[in-house]
């Protein structure tokens, strides 16, 4: 059992729809970070929301942060092409040093 | 600033054999945390060392081991190869370790276990 699920698993949807994926626990986090992950390369961090409620955003990409910190959101307007990649959440799991992650959201997007 | 380099990038083993993966993190950073990832398993923690010491380790049997040298970079072993360990094994470093701060990725490197 992930102590991180995310959801949907895989997206495909057409250039210039918007999009949330979903990374939920039972747990509480002090914090969640996001991470693209494209093809033949390591993840890259996108973003860490650290605040019970906190809305932080990235150009098209806007990360939420659950008033309860058990989950986060990431919604994507309008999407493009170059977004594209697999998306994962991580979280520290209490003071110790080792992140949990969640399995991804792969994401497609058609031209 | 160089990123974070893993060699080698592809390896093919057979079963049985043992392989030695290698990292070198971004100069200054002294953790250095390595990770397996499959499709069905996603990203799993194998271990962490900082400073040449292995502070944590995630649950994969004592067939995988790691050390750290004083220049902080690491390297990784898995011994009598299986075909489950076909994977991503990527590694990430950060300044001082520590789960909240950004962790650097390299590349990878992709084994199959033949």
């Known amino acids: 059992t992930q102590l991180l699920e995310q959801s949907p698993q895989f997206l495909s949807i057409q250039e210039g729809e918007n999009l949330t994926v979903y990374c939920n626990s039972s747990?509480?986090?002090?914090?969640l970070q996001w991470y693209r992950q494209e093809p033949g390369e390591g993840p890259v961090l996108l973003v860490t929301?650290?605040?019970g409620g906190e809305v932080k955003k990235l150009k098209r990409l806007t990360f939420q942060f659950g008033d309860a910190r058990k989950d986060s959101s990431l919604h994507i307007t309008a999407a493009q092409p170059g977004d594209t990649g697999l998306y994962l959440c991580?979280?520290?799991?209490?003071?110790?040093?080792?992140?949990?992650w969640g399995a991804g959201t792969k994401l497609i997007i058609k031209p | 600033k160089a990123g974070v380099t893993q060699t080698p990038r592809y390896l093919i083993k057979t079963r049985g054999q043992q392989v030695t993966l290698s990292c070198s993190p971004i100069?200054?950073?002294?953790?250095v945390s390595w990770y397996q990832q499959t499709p069905g398993q996603g990203l799993q923690f194998l271990f962490e060392?900082?400073?040449?010491?292995?502070?944590n380790k995630g649950n994969f049997p004592g067939r995988f081991s790691g050390r750290q040298f004083s220049n902080s970079r690491s390297e990784m072993n898995v011994s009598t190869l299986e075909l489950g360990d076909s994977a991503l094994y990527l590694c990430?470093?950060?300044?001082?370790?520590?789960?909240?701060?950004?962790?650097?990725f390299g590349p990878g490197t992709r084994l199959t276990v033949l």
């Open positions: 990430a470093s950060t300044r001082s370790g520590g789960a909240e701060n950004e962790q650097f």
């Open positions: 100069s200054g950073h002294r953790s």
């Open positions: 060392y900082f400073s040449e010491t292995q502070r």
């Open positions: 747990s509480v986090f002090s914090s």
């Open positions: 929301v650290v605040t």
């Open positions: 991580a979280g520290p799991l209490d003071s110790n040093y080792q992140l949990i």
